[in-house]
């Protein structure tokens, strides 16, 4: 089985990478995010590989960091997940927003990526709850949030609430971060647009 490479990048297509290894280019099926990441043609490059192998292919999947490699193979233990949508949703969210958006149980914000109709986002948000921290990718602001909120899952007012600022612009750190301090204080039976309000002056604050 092949984990990592190491190599020089040879060529960089819309959705792959080739990575000329010694003299042999191994062809990996990328994220977009892992895309952008790599350096130009030509350049040293690594990528953590996940290899799957079938009866009728073998296919190498790469990914610039660990973290999104886990992310990955936790994905694809989701009935309906396929290699495809998998990196689908790693190309649309960071591996922190999809901490966050596990977290808060935000299947709208899973479903922003192409091919997650509403139905695969709330079995992805139900089956990964509570199997997210373990990949060591959550950020600080969701954190906060599970802490204030006492058991790391949100009900729909302070989902909609922490959504509501990302939409806005806000960072989901920022806006998990400020909805975390509101919580904190005032309860979790705040409605929502009460929260969007105090969590918008926390973050003027």
């Known amino acids: 089985m092949i984990g990592k490479l190491k190599g020089v990048i040879d060529a960089l297509g819309d959705d792959t990478a080739l990575l000329d290894v010694n003299g042999v280019c191994y062809e990996a099926h990328c994220s977009g995010r892992t895309l952008q990441a790599l350096p130009s043609v030509g350049e040293a490059a690594t990528l953590h590989i996940e290899m799957i192998v079938r009866e009728d292919m073998i296919r190498l999947y790469g990914f610039a960091t660990q973290g999104e490699k886990n992310w990955f ?3 694809m233990t989701v009935q309906g997940v396929g290699s495809r949508v998998a990196l689908a949703i790693l190309s649309t969210l960071s591996p922190s927003d999809l901490s966050s958006a596990i977290a808060l149980q935000d299947k709208a914000m899973v479903g922003r990526a192409p091919g997650v109709g509403p139905k695969l986002a709330q079995r992805l948000v139900l089956e990964l709850k509570g199997k997210v921290p373990a990949l060591g990718s959550i950020d600080a602001g969701t954190i906060g ?8 899952v949100a009900s729909g007012n302070v989902a909609d609430a922490v959504s509501a600022l990302v939409n806005l612009g806000y960072a ?26 105090l969590g918008l002056r926390e973050l003027s604050s």
Do not use: F, H, N, P
Not at 145 to 152: D, I, K, M, R, S
Not at 176 to 188: M, W
């Open 172 to 197: 989901q750190a920022q806006a998990s971060g400020a909805v975390a301090r509101v919580v904190a204080k005032e309860g979790e039976d705040v409605a929502t647009e009460k929260l969007i309000r």
């Open 145 to 152: 949030l599970q802490t204030a909120l006492g058991e790391g």
């Open 73 to 75: 193979k936790l994905l």
